[in-house]
């Protein structure tokens, strides 16, 4: 079975030029027509809603966690524009990969996913539970248990013999990956402690994301200057761990942080608060330095962008690495949503981003970008003809045209309208105790709740703590109210 296009999105697309997409960053409808024409063309690449095919997964040579990124950027499509064409097909996309055993283990993934390619799909669960996306029927796999049993997963593979500390890449020793401790892994370890501290108001979570940075800062994956490296191999047999993943930075890594620590800031106070808040600050700073146009601060992925030709190609990018930058956005906006007093700094950096992202938006049906790695070219854009984007945002259609660079530029269109007061976005992020709906599960995941990772089980809810969780939304709310007023940059 099909999905089909809502008539309203439709309209919308219809309104559009064949020939580019045309949007006023300062009308809201023209920049929600502009966000409906991406959206549509990223889902023509989907194929798992088609006969026969799986639901959730996209067709070769796309991978399975860039799929869970891409039902994540549906869920905040909707967050933020209303528009529910794409709620059925996300859902069903969601819950039939949550597998059997309802932990992101599903049959035709279980040997080949590794911590990270898990963990993108559970931060679209936690995504779902925080926008307050509609909740699956009683006896499908709800968002918040759903994310919950993840975690207590991860937390049981916290491998304090190797590196000290941290979650290793792969989950299963006959994996690439087993001997390196790499920061996706282990900061969406982190987001998700922060995010399921300040949703279910049980400290424990953070606790387990305050532990996470402090191990990656004790092997400087996180440096001094607030740069995330990509990870730290380490022998085997003597358990050293050797901090070698070069110079190189990835803008996911640095933003999984950055959106951990300012939810991390959002649930403390005092000395703790200001803690945070240095770090927030810090992470900022470096997104600043690596990530952004010098002139323009348009966002970029620093290693594709920037001159290297170590892989022989202009671009350097490879089809993963290629939708790095669209999770810096979405972290980034989340940033202004939870740790209020960052959206002065933020905001312009995404409308700068959004007007020349959409100005890309001019490719023609069939577009294709190669790959970088492997050779060949992804398969071909389906959308409406002279809308598909480039990669690239410093220049026009640059003919790299794929998944990642239609959910890049979705992203940069879409996080324009955060703050606008449009629908349940413009509230933040919901928790249990405000507004929140999603049925959780503490104990998901592990049959043993003492063997997560050597720490003591998550400790119950106590009324105090739905209390703190309820003062910290309404102060939240207060604060995206007040900052409303500057919206017009």
């Avoid at 503490?442 to 119950?460: E, H, I, N, Q």
Wanted: one cysteine or more; charged letters at 15%.
């Amino acid at each position: 079975m099909r999905w089909n296009v809502a008539v309203c999105g439709l309209m919308g697309l219809l309104a559009q030029s064949a020939t580019a997409i045309t949007m006023d960053i300062d009308n809201d409808q023209s920049v929600k027509d502009a966000a409906a024409t991406i959206a549509y063309g990223m889902l023509k690449y989907y194929t798992g809603n088609n006969t026969g095919d799986t639901p959730g997964n996209l067709p070769d040579p796309y991978y399975w966690w860039e799929a869970g990124a891409m039902f994540g950027a549906m869920v905040d499509y909707w967050w933020i524009t209303g528009d529910t064409s794409y709620v059925e097909v996300t859902t069903q996309a969601i819950v039939h990969q949550a597998g059997d055993a309802r932990d992101f283990n599903p049959a035709n993934q279980s040997r080949t996913s590794s911590n990270d390619d898990v963990g993108f799909w559970t931060i679209t669960a936690m995504m779902a539970a925080e926008d307050a996306f509609p909740d699956p029927p009683p006896d499908q796999p709800q968002w918040l248990a759903l994310v919950q049993a993840v975690f207590n997963q991860m937390a049981s593979r916290w491998d304090d013999l190797n590196c000290g500390g941290g979650l290793r890449w792969a989950i299963n020793d006959f994996q690439t990956g087993k001997d390196y401790k790499n920061s996706i892994s282990n900061g969406i370890f982190f987001n998700l402690g922060a995010r399921l501290a300040r949703f279910t108001g049980n400290s424990s979570y953070g606790e387990w994301a305050s532990r996470t940075w402090d191990w990656e800062r004790s092997i400087n994956l996180i440096t001094d200057e607030y740069d995330v490296k990509d990870g730290a191999h380490f022998d085997v047999t003597t358990h050293v761990c050797r901090n070698d993943s070069g110079p190189h930075v990835w803008s996911y890594n640095i933003g999984v942080f950055l959106q951990g620590a300012a939810f991390m800031y959002n649930v403390s106070t005092g000395a703790e608060q200001e803690t945070w808040k240095t770090r927030v600050d810090g992470l900022l700073g470096a997104v600043e330095a690596k990530f952004l146009t010098n002139d323009t601060k348009i966002i970029k992925e620093w290693y594709c962008e920037s001159g290297f030709s170590d892989r022989g190609h202009p671009y350097q990018c490879n089809i993963d690495q290629q939708t790095f930058k669209g999770y810096l956005l979405r972290w980034l906006s989340s940033t202004s949503q939870v740790a209020p007093y960052t959206y002065e700094r933020i905001n312009p950096w995404i409308r700068a981003t959004a007007a020349a992202a959409v100005a890309t938006c001019t490719g023609p049906v069939g577009a294709a970008a190669p790959q970088v790695d492997s050779g060949g070219i992804q398969p071909g854009f389906k959308g409406i003809d002279g809308t598909a984007c480039g990669f690239k945002w410093t220049q026009s259609f640059d003919g790299w045209a794929g998944v990642g660079a239609q959910m890049n530029a979705l992203s940069a269109v879409m996080y324009t309208l955060t703050h606008k007061g449009l629908g349940k976005a413009a509230k933040g992020p919901v928790t249990t105790a405000q507004g929140g709906t999603s049925k959780g599960d503490p104990g998901a995941g592990v049959t043993d709740p003492a063997s997560r990772g050597g720490l003591a089980a998550l400790k119950p809810i106590t009324m105090a703590d739905r209390v703190g969780a309820g003062i910290v939304t309404a102060v939240l709310a207060i604060s995206i109210v007040g900052g409303s007023v500057f919206l017009t940059i």
